[in-house]
Structures are given as structure tokens and as C-alpha cells.
């Protein structure tokens, strides 16, 4: 049986015709994670905002996951992805503790991470997603992904949507880029702190998303 | 006929026993070690990597619902000695799938012998070069053969070597001391 096609404008000129359906799975919740690390400490914080176009649909949603101790993961993009790959990654952490009698190490996780990602290669995981720790000498790091498992580790890293905003400032500030007369030195608790709130209200002041 | 090999570079095994049952056994736990290390960038625990062999030892009991059910248990003892972060450790598994840690353990045709010896010449304080000369010893002792370079694999497990398989020249090595 087929669909009646018309153009409101054109009532007359109504025919039968198969009418093509679009529905696409996914949606941008928005959000953006942050996450800077140093020689014993790692820090990320995310917004709390989740909307949908230009609508809000809550101002209080928590886009920090905490793993294991000593892991935690910062998720922005699909909600209803974020909330499937959270519950999956914590089976299998479980899984992972049951059958080795350990619990999952930063870099072990962020490992499987990847893996998992990959295995939806042909109908992702639209998350823009960052994990941090403490690997296994106590250094800080951050691991940064694309929705398909490509993980990179690196000192600071910006993600979701103000991410194009707020990497350059990172890069500039943490990563001390294309600065004369600094002295290399690594960045302190204190100071990656105050950064991080700075880059969130410089998020805010231009996307609408975060 | 090799006994004696490498499941991954922290892992080692020798098999007693059928030995094309122990190929098949082995490549589980050669594959299980590299899933480990492409799913979670580590080595796998020694343990762990016993767990999965075992876990295909104990297949023959299963009912045939997925189909793939095995006409008989695999007719292989095998020795995993590997390195973790919990230290060197030394398992043994039968055709059950029954595994247990051990300090000392012989397996074959000439194990009860060699247990017994194993007993008495065992202590946890010896060293390297003190254990490979007691295993050679009590394997000349059991051996229907007499023992050469020829006819024994010798194979050690260290923290900085990992899994070594000794030369021709090395087994020779020990085996004059031993004469």
C-alpha cells in the first residue's frame, strides 16, 4: 500500500509514491570534558549541561565517571551512547577483577577503551570521550579518544564541543606553546586547577552548548 | 620433538604426554596471552593464562548444544612456568583441568621417581644455578637414556631474561658438573 505524497501548497497534484523516511540515531547532547595532567596528579572536569538544539534539557547532569580508584572517564557528545558505553565498561572492570584477581590499571583500561570503541566501527559510539589516572608509577596521564577507539596519550586535552575553543588556550598555557622566556616547567595542582576553571568559563562565555 | 616452548615472552610450558593434543592447548594459551595484550596493553598473569587453558581442558564435558562439543579430554599434563608482578610462579594442570601452584613439580613417565627425588633435594632458598643442576641430576637418574645434550631441553625463567632456552653449549655446560 502506498503512502500519499502531496505538497500542501498543491493539493491537486497529490500521487501515490513510496516516501522516504529519515531516522537518525543519534543526537548531540553537548558538553565538553577537559583533563590536564601532571607528574602526580591528574585533573578533569566537564560541564553539566545537556540539551538538544537550541533547548536545555537539564543544567545538572554529572559527565564524570569514576572506573576504578584511580581512573575516571569524561564523556560528551551522545547521552544515550555515554550512558550504554558506562554501563559496559563497568561489566567488563568487574569482569576484569573476577577473573584476574586485580582491578583494571589506568592503562589496561584505557587499552580496552580502544578496543571497545573499534568493535562498534560501523555504527559508532558518538562520544567524544577522555579517560584519566594514575598509571603505574603514579604519573598523571590523559588519554583522549575519537568515536572509532583512536586513542592518543598526551599531558592536556580538550574534548566535546567548546574542544576546538579550548585546546588552542590549553596549548598555550599548559603546553606553554610558542612562548618566549618561559622556563619548562611542569605545572603544579594549584595552577592546573585554576587553569581548568578559567578554560570552563572561557567555554561558556562563547558556545552555546557548554 | 620439542617440549618445552614459549607461550609468551613471560611465559613459558612444558608438555607431557600426548603431544598433538598439547599443540592445540598450547596455541589456546599463546592466543589468550596476545588477546590479553591487544585488549588490555599488559602482560597476562600466569594464573590467568592457566585459567584460559583450563577453561578449554574441561570442554569435554559439555552437552552438544552449540555442537562443538569434544569426543574425549586432551591427554596432555602440562607445566606453565611464567613472571608476574606477583613474582615467578610454577603451575601444573592435568587432563581435568585441575591446576595447582607448586615449588617443585615432575611430570612423565619417570614422575614418581623424580617427585621423590624433587622432595628431598628441593629448598626455597636455591639459586639458579643450584635448581638446573638438581633438574638435570634427577632427570639423568629417570631418563632410560643416558642423558646428552642431544636428548634434553632446558629452558629458565628470570625476571631480566625472561623465557631462555638453553644452547647446545649451555646444557653441555651443566652437564659436566653434574658427571
Known amino acids: 500500500m502506498m503512502a500519499s505524497?502531496?505538497?500542501?501548497?498543491?493539493?491537486?497534484?497529490?500521487?501515490?509514491?513510496?516516501?522516504?523516511?529519515?531516522?537518525?540515531?543519534?543526537?548531540?547532547?553537548?558538553?565538553?570534558?577537559v583533563a590536564i595532567g601532571g607528574d602526580d596528579f591528574?585533573?578533569?572536569?566537564?560541564?553539566?549541561?545537556?540539551?538538544?538544539?537550541?533547548?536545555?534539557?537539564t543544567r545538572e547532569q554529572n559527565k564524570l565517571f569514576q572506573l576504578t580508584e584511580k581512573t575516571v572517564l569524561g564523556c560528551a557528545g551522545c547521552w544515550c551512547d555515554t550512558l550504554t558505553l558506562t554501563?559496559?565498561?563497568?561489566?567488563?572492570?568487574?569482569?576484569?577483577?573476577?577473573?584476574?584477581?586485580?582491578?583494571?590499571?589506568t592503562t589496561a583500561a584505557a587499552q580496552m577503551l580502544s578496543t571497545m570503541l573499534y568493535y562498534k566501527r560501523f555504527f559508532p559510539y558518538y562520544i567524544s570521550n577522555?579517560?584519566?589516572?594514575?598509571?603505574?608509577?603514579?604519573?598523571?596521564?590523559?588519554?583522549?579518544?575519537?568515536?572509532?577507539?583512536h586513542c592518543e596519550r598526551a599531558t592536556y586535552r580538550a574534548g566535546g564541543s567548546a574542544g576546538a575553543l579550548?585546546?588552542?588556550?590549553?596549548?598555550?598555557?599548559?603546553?606553554?606553546?610558542?612562548?618566549l622566556n618561559v622556563k619548562n616547567k611542569t605545572i603544579s595542582l594549584e595552577r592546573a586547577l585554576a587553569?581548568?576553571?578559567?578554560?570552563?568559563?572561557?567555554?561558556?562565555?562563547?558556545?552555546?552548548?557548554? | 620433538i620439542e617440549k618445552i616452548v614459549e607461550v609468551d615472552k613471560h611465559i613459558g610450558c612444558a608438555v607431557s604426554g600426548l603431544m598433538a593434543d598439547s599443540?592445540?592447548?598450547?596455541d589456546r594459551a599463546r592466543v589468550e596471552c596476545q588477546n590479553h595484550w591487544f585488549v588490555y596493553n599488559e602482560s597476562m598473569g600466569v594464573e590467568s593464562c592457566a585459567q584460559a587453558v583450563s577453561n578449554l581442558a574441561i570442554q569435554f564435558g559439555d552437552s552438544d548444544d552449540d555442537g562443538a562439543a569434544m569426543s574425549r579430554p586432551f591427554g596432555v599434563a602440562i607445566l606453565f612456568a611464567g613472571i608476574d608482578e606477583k613474582g615467578p610462579q610454577l603451575y601444573h594442570m592435568d587432563p581435568s583441568g585441575t591446576f595447582v601452584e607448586f615449588d617443585a613439580k615432575a611430570i612423565g613417565s619417570g614422575s614418581e621417581g623424580a617427585q621423590q627425588s624433587l622432595q628431598e633435594m628441593y629448598h626455597r632458598s636455591m639459586t639458579l644455578s643450584e635448581?638446573?643442576?638438581?633438574?638435570?641430576?634427577?632427570?639423568?637418574?629417570?631418563?632410560?637414556?643416558?642423558?646428552?645434550?642431544?636428548?634434553?631441553?632446558?629452558?629458565?625463567?628470570?625476571?631480566?631474561?625472561?623465557?631462555?632456552?638453553?644452547?647446545?653449549?649451555q646444557v653441555e655446560e651443566v652437564i659436566t658438573t653434574i658427571t
Open chain 1, 130 to 149: 577522555i579517560l584519566v589516572g594514575l598509571d603505574a608509577d603514579g604519573k598523571g596521564c590523559v588519554y583522549s579518544y575519537d568515536p572509532i577507539g
Open chain 1, 195 to 210: 587553569v581548568l576553571k578559567d578554560v570552563f568559563i572561557s567555554a561558556a562565555e562563547r558556545d552555546i552548548y557548554t
Open chain 1, 42 to 57: 591528574v585533573i578533569i572536569g566537564a560541564d553539566t549541561r545537556l540539551s538538544t538544539g537550541f533547548s536545555i534539557y
Open chain 1, 5 to 33: 505524497v502531496a505538497n500542501p501548497s498543491f493539493p491537486d497534484y497529490s500521487t501515490q509514491a513510496p516516501k522516504q523516511h529519515m531516522f537518525s540515531p543519534y543526537a548531540d547532547n553537548g558538553g565538553s570534558v
Open chain 1, 87 to 105: 554501563r559496559i565498561l563497568q561489566a567488563r572492570l568487574q569482569m576484569y577483577v573476577q577473573e584476574h584477581n586485580k582491578t583494571m590499571s
Open chain 2, 131 to 169: 635448581a638446573t643442576t638438581a633438574a638435570l641430576t634427577i632427570l639423568k637418574q629417570v631418563m632410560e637414556e643416558k642423558l646428552n645434550s642431544s636428548n634434553v631441553e632446558v629452558m629458565t625463567m628470570t625476571p631480566d631474561k625472561l623465557f631462555h632456552m638453553f644452547t647446545k653449549e
Open chain 2, 23 to 26: 599443540r592445540t592447548m598450547i
Open chain 1, 166 to 179: 579550548l585546546q588552542p588556550l590549553l596549548d598555550n598555557q599548559i603546553g606553554l606553546k610558542n612562548m
